[in-house]
């Protein structure tokens, strides 16, 4: 399957093991990866892109620009999304995330929720979520899964 | 809906025959309709034991004695538990005839501000009928009046003190702080919300419905709501009742229509105005005339003969205040006639209440706030009719409304006399052909679709009304056409009555987002507001503004749509989306690259899009434009240059932001290199407590702690009352504490969960993104994943071999050890995951006593009632001001923090550095205890303990405060430098590039001061000295030494164009008044070279009592000097 594959996601060890994960079993995969919201969200924008991997937290800016302390996008996936939307850059989108509650005080929301939401928002292109864990195998599989059922 | 059950025998057989409880004989009543428990009722009350139970203690003779009744089981029926009340209701006619003739007294005093006799009329309610929480919210009402907040306080302690009833409890303190004077409605409801939102779904709605009514807009729970007062004295119970059957009538449910309509037929012998009106609603009785005066005037008003109503209302209500419709037509008429307002002389208190109604209804910027003072007063005594129709009269302007229109019907349910709006409520109500025939009946007919004869009604009243009646009428029935044709033809220019001009805009902005016609519902919100922006308060946006996010923005971009997301408060992504649509339509990406408007309107917009809209919050969501912080921060300067030579009034707004912008800017280059913290604490956590909700929420502390001092106040925690309220009466004791220590704690507790959880930069949010997002669980994982020690989880949730470990074992075990051995690793990994899982998901998390679920949190802000005590002792006696109080709250919440942070870097490289270690030796020793060959997974368990302790050391490393005291200080480098980017902004085409020569380490507080001082100085150089700026050479000096700061400014000066004797006299001149007062008429006016300002400054702002002048004039250079005594002043940076 040669599809063209952009990945955004600022966590390295996260990044690595779901790159390990697509390469073995999609060799012919083009992935391209982006560590920040922005950069992310541009690179989509500019170009063609079969299907987007996307981390639902995000930082601001990328690595190299700032330090840690500056800009988080809590709910910067679901930004993205929103901009896809309104730029009519819709491709299929699969969130990896490793966190099953997102926000804090009345902007808390669990993982069940947001599928729900995200799917509300963006049926035309959201296909789902993986939880993702360094502690166990199952996201590989469910990862796979999403990836080929689209 | 009713439940019947099948009874064997009669029930006055079986209650005296059975040896069952009676009570819950009689009880179980409740389960049948309406109809059958009157008529098993009848049989019952041959058993004298019946009526004892059904009206319990229905008349207590004093406040203790309230709720002693025996409570029934709660049916969930509603006929049942109406039934029980209403069958109390007729047992007692002779107490609620009484009571009603009193009630109608005590209502005129009221309003006349007789608050002496009102006083009076309640006391003879209480003694000659009974106490009731009706009688108690007034006579809270009425003895804050009289005696102030110290009488009303002294009372709810002498209530306090006597009774240990839950109920009354909770509710008499709610009565006592609602009804003081210091406590707006905001705070009352901030405070009740805070109290009582741990309550049940039921509950909640419960105590809404009793102590807030408006705000909830949907009342559910309506067997509740009638059996929460069925214990309550009769009084209660009747007003329970009425209130009922007034939320009934309004529901658009036949079948609660139909109890409403049986139950007011029952009623019908009690003389009660309400009752009237409810009959009427339900076609019981027709309308007649009941007032001649009465309808004269609605007549007078509706023909538009507004003097004879500015006339003759003033005497009608001097007789009868309490025809709120009166009020309505009065003050209207004073509009309609461009009067200012005139006193009736009635009272000073009723003209002080109209005056309000008035404000109200001019809609200009004080009506929202007037509108706010009639709420107090109607919360006051919210069960009083006059109360129920003006919170009609105010919904309006305050955003009030109710689903099943109670809010509004109010208004005619109780009335004195009929209200011809009825016709609009029900299509039941019948009249009288007199009553049919009035013009106003004729009018509200029209309006409400009736078929009148237009002609004949056009004839006699104006064009514009006439106008407006069919624009009404076109939207009660959704004829969005007729509506446009008809909104459309007035000129709203040429409208002078508001109240018009407002509902106006009101039905063609729903009109046009009806039509999906957004450009136009947008253009005329922004119009109108930027008219008179109370003309739009009413309008709800949301929905509209929902539909365009849902259907992809389907309008036009422009500056419009930009400045109506941002006044509809949507957050940053969505003000982008507006702007960046604006910026789209005229071609250009950035705000900055806009032309400026030359026509005065669009360019007033304009600035207001610039100022308001174009934020760095919103300007960081240009995610296509900007690269980085930086350049967002650029683009902000850009737009405030802008805003600052087009907006000279509002210069000094702009130059403080941009001096903020500036400093913010060093900090930040300040904590990239100084700080490996992730934690940030600053001052701006507690933002919220610059709302003047909490400012009055301190005063109203300090008030108390003041009146503590002298009288032994008691009083309880709200959320203990509220806990034993819903517990149903749990002993009470014990719980007595001082109202100024709960005020403090309540206070505090708000300040905490600002701090905690505000959405900008609460503490757990900077702990969720910064720490407990993935990072630490990765972090600490892959010391272990790298040293093959840790396994996955398959699908199935068990943990897989490790299968790095499978050929290296085979060469050393057999089968049977090379399963135990991945075993032992699964049991491992396992482990390490529990851990690290209660880390970042029970231990790096808050606590605190709203939020206290997480137990095992470190970061604990959960204060036991000793430390509030501590801190309390603390600050009653030093805080005197609200600034002071949040410093020291903020001081206080700091250091818990840096301690809780400090606890958990000791946790993680002590307690946890240990537990891991000790799991790894246990590895060990399982290991080798099935093999001692197997070096190299041993070698790696070391390498573990190593890579951890390292690991673990980078980790605690994280929890450090990344921020302290900076941003309350500045350093003089960083002053001077803000003070020449001000002036460069203002002078973008002569740039001065400084040489400073300052101390880094000095930092001054009050920076702003020395900014103004600087940009003074900067602005004589541009003007005296005759240079072009790339000749100019200015050299800035700061040194400080024995409690005196010396700045000098020095500069080079066009020698051939200025005479130096002259500029000597003059600087000799400055120097020799330099002693004088300040002379502050001159400094007011825009003129001189600044230095009176200068010394203005120092001596009001900088509050220096010594400072010197001096000068130096050397060739082309002249330097000034300052030498400022300033040492509680400054700072020396160690």
Redo the contacts between chains.
Sequence with gaps: MHKKILFIEDNLIKMEAVLQVMQLNYPHAEITTKDSFRSGLRELIANQYDILLLDMSLPTWDREEVNKQEGFERFGGETIMREMKRKNKQIPTIVITMFSEFGIGKSFIDLIDLDKHLKNEFNEFYRGFVKYSSSEKKWEVELINAFNRL | MTKKRQIQLPIDKRLYQSSQNKFAIISELKRLSLSDFRKEVTKAYKHPITKAFILGKYTPKSYPELRESRASFYSNNLEGEIAWVLESILLSKNEIGKFLQYEKDLEKQLLLGNNHDASKILDKIENEICYSYWGLELRYCLVEKMSGTEGNWKFANSINSSTTNSYTLLFNQIFSKKSEQGVSCTDYHRSLNNEIRSASHHDFEYLNYKLSYYLISDYKQYPFLIYADSLSSIIDRYIALINLLVELLSSEDESYTKIAHMVINEMSAIDDNRIKRLQEFCGIKEIKIESIQYIKILEQYSMGDYEKCILEIPNILRETPNIVELWEIYVKSLIESEKQFIPTNISEYFDELLKKLYVTYIIENESVQKAEELLKIIIAAPNLSYAKQLLTLISSTLGIYSNKNVISNNLCFHSVFPNPLVLMQSRKTKCESDFNNLTTTICVKLIAGYSVNENQLESVISQFKFNLYQLRKAFKQKNHDKCIQVGTNFNLDDIKNNIFLEEIIFILFHTYYSTNQFDEAIRLYITSYFKNKNLVKRINTSALIETIIEK??PFSGSIDSAIFFHLNNLDN?HCF?SIEMWLESVNVRKPSETTIPINEYDLKKYLFILEHGCTIDVL?KF??DY???EEVVGERKKILSILIQNSPLNAEIFINELTAITQKEKI?SI??EV?SG?I?LTASMLDSTKEINFQNSFQRYRLLTKFSENFDLESYDYKTLLKNFLESFVDSKNLTSNPSFLSFKSLVNELIDGFL?N?KN?L??EL???IR???I??QI??VF?KNHL?S????S?NY?NLAYWDDLLSSNLDEKSKNQIQQILKEF?KKI?SI?QFLVSENIQVKSENYPNKKNGFFNYYFTDSYFKLLYEESRRTHETFEEFVEYIFSILKAITESNLQNVAEYLTNTLRKTIDEELDNLRKSITSISCNLIELNGNIIDVKVEFQNEILDVANWFIV?DSTIETAMDVRTIIECSFESSNIQHPNTIIQPVIIADENLLLHNYKHFIFILINLIENIRHHSKLPNDKLEVIVTVSYDQDILRFSVKNNFNKDMINTSELISTFERIKKKWKDDVDQEYVNKERGSGYEKIKKILVYDIKSKKNAFDFNIDGNTLEVIFCIEISFNYQINA
């Excluded at chain 2, 996955?792 to 699908?795: F, I, S």
């Design positions: 992809n923005y992504y989306v960081e995610y296509y690269d980085s912080k930040q904590l990239k700080n992730r940030r959880y959405k609460g757990d949010g969720s993104t910064r997002h993935g990072e669980e990765n994982r892959s994943d840790i996955k989880k398959d699908d949730g897989t990994s995951d690290i990344a």
